[in-house]
């Protein structure tokens, strides 16, 4: 049946390439437009503006904790929307916040068990400094994160960072913390 299949592309293919003579010399003629849609009077349809899809998990929470050059706990009691999350290998972009603004996102590729930051595995978070928000972003393996369950329907785990600078370089901290999230 395969063969079969084959012998029809091929034969279809060559018709195509064919011109009206049947020669390959003559002149090319390609086949008629096809024929314009009368209105039947029914309006067409609309496109509406959508935003990303939300992914499969829909509560959870997070926790950070900071020593160094600043120090702090942060409850990150929300799993903000949308979400992206396949167990892996799958695409991946969670968030966790409060309603103060400080947040813990994990984004890249989905994995399971223990690994460093990498360009595709990113850690970030942002905590309230003495001045102001501070941002935090590990993609050159400062942190190692580990995913314990990585199902469809329920993810969670750890991470530690060594010597973690902000965004500016001019903090550096130890940063711990846990994040879980569930249908």
Same mark, same amino acid.
């Given at each position: 049946?395969?063969?079969?299949?084959?012998?029809?592309?091929?034969?279809?293919?060559?018709?195509?390439?064919?011109?009206?003579?049947?020669?390959?010399?003559?002149?090319?003629?390609?086949?008629?437009?096809? =024929?314009?849609? %009368? $209105?039947?009077? &029914?309006? *067409?349809?609309?496109?509406?503006? /959508?935003?990303?899809? @939300? +992914? #499969?998990?829909?509560?959870?929470?997070?926790?950070?904790?900071?020593?160094?050059?600043?120090?702090?706990?942060?409850?990150?009691?929300?799993?903000?929307?949308?979400?992206?999350?396949?167990?892996?290998?799958?695409?991946?972009?969670?968030?966790?916040?409060?309603?103060?603004?400080?947040?813990?996102?994990?984004?890249? =590729?989905?994995? %399971? $068990?223990?690994? &460093?930051? *990498?360009?595709?595995?990113?850690? /970030?978070?942002?905590? @309230? +400094? #003495?001045?102001?928000?501070?941002?935090?972003?590990?993609?050159?393996?400062?942190?190692?994160?580990?995913?314990?369950?990585?199902?469809?329907?329920?993810?969670?785990?750890?991470?530690?960072?060594?010597?973690?600078?902000?965004?500016?370089?001019?903090?550096?901290?130890?940063?711990?913390?846990?994040?879980?999230?569930?249908?």
């Amino acid at each position: 049946m395969r063969g079969t299949v084959a012998v029809g592309a091929v034969l279809a293919a060559l018709a195509v390439g064919c011109t009206t003579t049947g020669t390959g010399h003559g002149e090319s003629v390609s086949p008629p437009a096809p =024929a314009t849609p %009368t $209105s039947t009077g &029914s309006p *067409s349809p609309t496109a509406t503006p /959508s935003s990303a899809p @939300d +992914g #499969p998990l829909e509560t959870g929470g997070a926790a950070v904790t900071l020593s160094g050059d600043l120090t702090a706990q942060v409850a990150l009691p929300t799993l903000a929307e949308p979400d992206v999350w396949s167990s892996p290998p799958g695409p991946m972009a969670l968030t966790w916040d409060e309603p103060g603004g400080q947040s813990l996102t994990l984004s890249g =590729a989905s994995f %399971t $068990s223990r690994a &460093s930051t *990498s360009g595709d595995r990113v850690l /970030s978070f942002v905590v @309230d +400094g #003495p001045e102001g928000p501070v941002g935090f972003s590990s993609s050159g393996g400062e942190c190692v994160i580990t995913i314990t369950p990585a199902l469809p329907d329920n993810m969670g785990g750890v991470f530690t960072c060594a010597s973690l600078t902000d965004t500016t370089g001019t903090v550096t901290v130890e940063a711990r913390g846990n994040f879980a999230a569930t249908v």
